[in-house]
């Protein structure tokens, strides 16, 4: 089992910049990829940025590519998602998300999910 826990979200202005952590326990290990997906009211979840397990690969949504970046201390068993230039459509909750086996932009692929932080872009 690997634990995940989000913390860091928050609500800022459009243009302003934030940073979302995701710390994990457990059988880090296992961990292949981490991922951050976010999810907003009536809409279904969706693939943010995703970082190898030594930081060495990363890929990003078209649609936060530029602006946000994700890394990670392994000393820390932590996960970073830095946001810059944020927009009101970057209002979600935030979730991060691991997979033993994959680095994938697919919900399904990700084993161990935390409960997410809530980020609200004003405009």
């Known amino acids: 089992q690997v634990h995940l826990e989000e913390s860091g979200g928050g609500l800022v202005q459009a243009g302003g910049s934030l940073r979302v952590s995701c710390a994990a326990s457990?059988?880090?290990?296992?961990?292949?990829?981490t991922a951050w997906f976010r999810q907003s009211p009536g809409k279904e979840r969706e693939f943010v940025a995703v970082i190898s397990r030594n930081g060495g690969i990363t890929s990003y949504a078209d649609s936060v590519k530029g602006r946000f970046t994700i890394s990670r201390d392994n000393a820390k068993n932590t996960v970073y998602l830095q946001m810059n230039s944020l927009k009101p459509e970057d209002t979600a909750v935030y979730y991060c998300?691991?997979?033993?086996?994959?680095?994938?932009?697919?919900?399904?692929?990700?084993?161990?999910w935390g409960p997410g932080t809530q980020v609200t872009v004003s405009s």
């Open positions: 457990g059988r880090t290990f296992i961990i292949y990829g």
């Open positions: 998300a691991t997979s033993s086996l994959r680095r994938t932009e697919v919900a399904d692929d990700y084993d161990f």
